[in-house]
T-cell receptor, first 112, second 112 residues
Framework: NAGVTQTPKFQVLKTGQSMTLQCAQDMNHNSMYWYRQDPGMGLRLIYYSASEGTTDKGEVPNGYNVSRLNKREFSLRLESAAPSQTSVYFC???????????FGPGTRLLVL | QQQVKQSPQSLIVQKGGIPIINCAYENTAFDYFPWYQQFPGKGPALLIAIRPDVSEKKEGRFTISFNKSAKQFSLHIMDSQPGDSATYFCAASSGSNYQLIWGAGTKLIIKP
């Protein structure tokens, strides 16, 4: 099992460019999450998907969109990147009825 | 009321010492309190978790102490080792959706 995988590992964008961060899990988990991690601020939830076909906003959704493509995949899209979106982005998944979230290795995004 | 406040921001301890990381919360509906460990360049991983019906939980060298009346919980690492050097996050959630509210993190360095 690969667990939770994320691509790309690192990306540099110019302000205004768009990109999609990919996340996939092979653990048959129902719920999937996108977080951003900034120094001194912990992890902040951007969007989550409780199950295939549903998505909901988290604490900091502005400037982002998500797609739950199927049970395995949950993508995060930046339509027009801004320097404030420079961060490390983590995807996580969780099996319904269990508490533990399993995290991917992260995507480091730099917006110039 | 949704915040989880974590301290200290950073901590340096000699090998064999007992680092203690503290978290405080306001929302009395929180009923699940995990600690996650994150090594550089990796995603967070669950270390240990507690529910408010017990005051202490031990797993190996890691102990959570929970004070429901004070709305505080803490992580203690016994016989700390350089390999414990990592960033530690506390979190809290309520209900069955396990939507975590995260502390800001503590960067722990264990000196040999």
């Amino acid at each position: 099992n690969a667990g939770v995988t994320q691509t790309p590992k690192f990306q540099v964008l110019k302000t205004g460019q768009s990109m999609t961060l990919q996340c996939a899990q092979d653990m048959n988990h129902n719920s999937m999450y996108w977080y951003r991690q900034d120094p001194g601020m912990g992890l902040r939830l951007i969007y989550y998907s409780a199950s295939e076909g549903t998505t909901d906003k988290g604490e900091v959704p502005n400037g982002y969109n998500v797609s739950r493509l199927n049970k395995r995949e949950f993508s995060l899209r930046l339509e027009s990147a801004a320097p404030s979106q420079t961060s490390v982005y983590f995807c996580a998944s969780r099996l319904q009825g269990e508490e533990t979230q399993y995290f991917g290795p992260g995507t480091r995004l730099l917006v110039l | 009321q949704q915040q989880v406040k974590q301290s200290p921001q950073s901590l340096i301890v000699q090998k064999g010492g007992i680092p203690i990381i503290n978290c405080a919360y306001e929302n009395t509906a929180f009923d699940y309190f995990p600690w996650y460990q994150q090594f550089p360049g990796k995603g967070p991983a669950l270390l240990i978790a507690i529910r408010p019906d017990v005051s202490e939980k031990k797993e190996g060298r890691f102990t959570i102490s929970f004070n429901k009346s004070a709305k505080q919980f803490s992580l203690h690492i016994m016989d700390s080792q350089p390999g414990d050097s990592a960033t530690y996050f506390c979190a809290a959630s309520s209900g069955s959706n396990y939507q975590l509210i995260w502390g800001a993190g503590t960067k722990l360095i264990i000196k040999p």
